[in-house]
């Protein structure tokens, strides 16, 4: 398993360096250095070195490495160095080099604890916040009664939850946020190549006690393919719980059920690549006049009920690489050419449903010697639209079962988004 | 308090360190640790300060404690006599009310590979095994496994080991997860021993007993443990086809986990108890429960999903009905990184049927003209495997690399190129239309590949095209400054155009034989060219028959891994042997693969076929040292050199002269520790020959890598040559 763990800035200094098994040295993160981040070809998240394989994430210009010498679970390895960063999100805001040179007892402290002998422990983010903090905590006899309570709950059936949770007033948040990806070609006529959804069903749990939660979602939802009814059901292909969902029982009865943890998790990750109804429609037409000149005209159209709408629209229309200038021309919005990303970027604060927007521009290009052949990468946009679902999910139902029988308040948001992966060719 | 923002260090930054660690004030000795902590952790020798270090671990202090720890676990090794000042304190803590720090002593003191801190572990560990806190008694069993690492005897002795097969049924989940966790890890290391018999007691044998036991915390642990206890379900070996039934049922909820590597490690036990499941209904099943959430992990950051990537193509080698219907799912993103838009390139030719290579060819047109030069090539050779694959496709296919060489850019039209030449392969004489608008490049062709390829065409064509021997003049008028692989093209190419146009081409095929003879300094080109010239004076007609005898046609490999080799793989899903596609043994362990893992390894299969298996380990055993550009072609997964030809049971000549072998270029090629164009294979070779036969994973491509400067590797057309030798 995971022989040591190593964090490195961008030069490769090490800022964090933790050997949990006897078989490699902390000589074998010169060794990354050198191999890796010096090396300005590495084409592979795993490098391996003589019987040493790396396995490396890049995030903010951190690497973080996970070392091991033998046949190791790959995916475990990476999704471990991926709940390494969350935990460090959730502890200290961001992870970047700043934040690790800052807190960095703090993340020996929690590497201590989330691995042990190569091999993965608890990392529930909760859990780990009621025993190890920021502030240090003094042993004396009450806090001995208080880590026995903690220790039990995190090795417990439901590690995820403190048994004496209390609130006044019990809540429960619901955040559906779907993600769309599209790939459109606009040859021709407009093909999609692909659009799908990630949707993420996010909570917030408020609740006294040790509340069982039921949670229903659309009357006509289907879940495996194979089950296909009715034409406008909300089909889902697969979709993936928080592990306090029971899996059995939704494997049998395809109902919902759990114990929430305390505070903000993620309950449910979907996806769905049927019926994908898409927020935006744009339409490129993009010429290349000459060699001198491209001109573009984009049309945007939103593509739902006019009570809604889409917020924080950015479209980034590219340019050549030659680009000198761009003139363009906007009703709405505010475009801007930016000459080191070579794309132009176009605002909009907020767009409502039924509307269509129009930009036209003409870039003007220098003559190279050398003409290269433009790649024409696809034009990207982003937004947000509020209460809206790409896949047409809609929660019916959240039913708090609770001991005590208390009343709780349940609200469910819904929000539509793109960032980097809605993309149309042309 | 930044700690690293400290300027260089002072002279004497261990003695100021040193004060601080022993002054009156508790801040002060607290800030003087993490110092310290900071200094080691940038590769400072702060050895020197352990006296002063450790007078600290005596106190209230948690986060200082483990601190203090942390030091100890660094430098005890340095200091092994004083370590045993810190004894006392570890005891004292393990007999601590609060279990948090039981734990932590327990598991530090486990962590100390000190003989003498060892001596006194025994029974603190012993009294933690049996703790009423679970969380103490999760951490007291991964010591277990600590301590094995370091004296396996003291394991024994103190039968820690017996426990540990108790505690298997803790009524906490996660106490068992970390228990299996730990006898796992005994496991593997006393299988790593090359002593161990099949009655050591350190060895874990999962009983129907702990099966039950371990599907019941399956459920409730947490992921990881999850993790570990499905890779112990994928060790045990199922009774009859009920108790596969039984395990698969039972993991199938797991594919709904949010942890890819629960999922990943859910997929592997279903595979492997699917081969005990008779049920038709119940395969059919499980198959169809496996698709969608390996789709799912697509959408997962970007290494584990290159990670599923590899294991998904592993999958469709075995079972390729899996993700039949999904290829657009695979369709790369503009901002993915490359080596999963690699990955991604290759799941979609396997998933390419006559129904979707409209689309797909749509796509890798689209992708040929981004911008990485890698990618490019990659996706044109995609087309051309497509084009191989799909017989009704071909056509489009064509137009889709005609409309490629249009776009004159240099790389794509000679990547485009060395793709038509395998279409005229496969389909020999019906795209001849397209010869003009190839030789019309001629000029731009500049790398080897690209240019044996477009002589090959020439060759092949000689008779159909009117101007082939002004074009192979051009070839033959740079021939000694050509590279090797290309000056074996042009002599073939030139021979065929005597054999075909003997009026015409008398004083080429003169020229080209007496240059190569004379002025060239290869040995391959040299021989060839006698060869040939003794051919052509002694017997026109036998040369006829030898040069251009035909060819067999070739098709795509379904596999890129030998079939036993791909069920072993399939065993190690989300491994790192799954993601190389190799043996693990190629990558891990002593380097090399001593006889006795190779005995061993007889003794336990069957003979005939674990021989290939362990001379194929060995043969990649001695590539490890390359495994730095492994996700180049991965050619060295496959038995090169002499280690394929010991495998080949029956010699070339021997397949020859009997007649059995309708293709004996595989024997040849292998000798050269080549692979290149796989023929359709006769079934009869048997798969020693597979081996040597099916290289370049994935593709059916030439890709002649000259690997060592002095021995050029055979070049595209030199198999029809050393066809023709025989």
Redesign the interface.
Known sequence: ?ISAFFIFNQKG?????R?Y??DVR?SISDVFRI?VISSSDV?????????T?F?H?RINNLYLVAV?????????V??F??RVISIGKSYFGKMDEESV??N??LI??LL?EIN??G??????IDTLKT?ITTE??????I??EE??K???Q????T?WRRGDVKYKKNEAFVDVVETV?L?M?A?GACTV??A?V?GHIQMRAYLTGTPECKFGLNDKLVI???ERGAIDAVEL???????C????E??STRTISFVPPDGEF?LM?Y?A?TNVKLPLRVIPTINEIGTTQVSYIVIVKTNFGNKLSATNVVLRIPTPLNTTTVDTKVQNGKAKYVPEENVVIWKIPRVQGGQELSFTATAHLTSMTNRQ?W????I?VDFQVLMFTSSGLIVRFLKVFEKSNYHSIKWVRYLTKAS??Y?I?F | MNVFARAAPKKGENFELRADLNSEYKDKRKDAIKRVIANMTVGKDVSGLFPDVLKNMQTEDIEQKKLVYLYLINYAKTQPDLVILAVNTFVKDSDDSNPLIRALAIRTMACIRVEKIIDYLSSPLQKCLHDENPYVRKTAALCVAKLYDLKPELVLENGFLDQLHEMISDSNPMVVANTVTALSDIHVSATSQPSTSSSDPALFTITSAILNKLLIALNECSEWGRVAILSALARYEAQDDKESEHICERVVPQFQHANGSVVLGAVRVIMIHMRGVRREDLTKQLVRKMAPPLVTLLSSPPEVQWVALRNINLLLQKRSDILSNEMRVFFCKYNDPLYVKVEKLDIMVRLANDSNVDALLSELKEYASEVDVDFVRRSIKAIGQAAIKIDSGAERCVNVLLDLIATRVSYVVQEAVVVMKDIFRKYPSTYEGVIPTLCANLEELDEPEAKASLIWIIGEYANKIDNADELLSIFVETFTEESYSVQLQTLTAVVKLFLYKPDTSQAIVQSVLNTATKDCDSPDVRDRAYIYWRLLSTDPGAAKSVVLAHRPPITLPRTTVAPALLNELIGEISSLASVYQKPAETFIGQGRVGIDSVQRKNDLADDRQSTQKALATVAAGQQSENLLDFDDEPASDQPTGLAATQVLQTPAAVNLLQGTSSNPLDDLVSLFGNTSMTPAIAPGIGSANMFGGMGSVGSPVVTPVAQHPLSPAPAPGQQEDLLGLF
Request: charged share 25%.
């Open positions: 398993m200094e090490v800022l964090i360096s050997l098994r006897p902390r191999q084409r592979s998240p795993i490098v391996t070195l003589g019987s394989s396995f994430v091991t010498k033998n046949n190791a679970n790959a995916a475990l990476f999704e160095c991926y040179k800052n960095f007892v020996y402290e201590d042990d002998f091999y993965p422990q608890n990392s529930e025993y240090s905590i003094v042993s004396s006899q806090a001995a880590s026995s903690i220790t039990t995190a090795t417990g059936a590690s990806n790939s070609s040859k190549l692909r799908d990630d495996d393919k194979s292909d697969d979709c993936r719980f928080h592990q969902v029971r899996l059995n939704f494997d993620e990750t996806r690549t052949v790649a024409r990468p696809p990207d980097g992966s993309q060719r």
